[in-house]
């Protein structure tokens, strides 16, 4: 398996079961990033698809128009994997999209429910990111101390991910 594809597969793991991520419009006003649930169906990982639902009155969908470059930042629960994420973010409210993600958690956000007027469903098309994995670990301390390069041993837990 090569550092790339490996480094793509722990991104999309991590991400289905984290999800809370930094995402934030890029250029010009663009605010700043907020906190936001992912929703990454195993479909989405191919095409680079994550998904976020919003209100119409938070300032990232204001912001987003009809479709902005975005960044997302991303850390893994247990800090095992890092990454910024590139890609562009759409309003996108599909009714399909919606019902196939609705979930009781999403519901306690919107008083009308999938018909509420301000529910805004967002699309990330994910281009690329530069990912990290983190192996700060006793083990790794125990390799430095025995001599191995900590240099040579961090280039294979980096690069940059086309998604």
């Known amino acids: 398996m090569s550092n790339e594809q490996e480094l793509r597969e722990k991104f999309w793991k991590h991400l289905k079961s984290d999800r809370t991520v930094f995402l934030g419009v890029t250029g010009g006003d663009h605010g700043h990033a907020q906190p936001m649930t992912a929703v990454v169906e195993d479909e989405d990982c191919e095409r680079g698809v994550i998904w976020f639902f919003t209100s119409?009155?938070?300032?990232?969908?204001?912001?987003?128009?009809?479709?902005?470059?975005a960044m997302m930042h991303f850390a893994s629960k247990g800090h095992d994997v890092w990454a910024c994420v590139h890609g562009t973010l759409t309003p996108d409210n599909d009714r399909a999209v919606i019902e196939r993600l609705w979930n009781p958690f999403i519901a306690a956000w919107y008083k009308d429910g999938k018909d509420d007027p301000k529910l805004r469903l967002?699309?990330?098309?994910?281009?690329h990111a530069q990912i990290w994995l983190n192996e700060n670990s006793v083990f790794a301390g125990l390799k430095m101390l025995l001599g191995a390069d900590p240099k040579k041993e961090y280039k294979d837990k980096v690069a940059e991910v086309s998604l």
Do not use: C, I, N, S
């Not at 119409?56 to 470059?69: N, Y």
């Not at 967002?122 to 281009?127: G, L, Y």
């Open 122 to 127: 967002m699309r990330f098309d994910a281009a």
């Open 56 to 69: 119409t009155d938070v300032d990232l969908a204001q912001k987003t128009g009809t479709g902005r470059e």
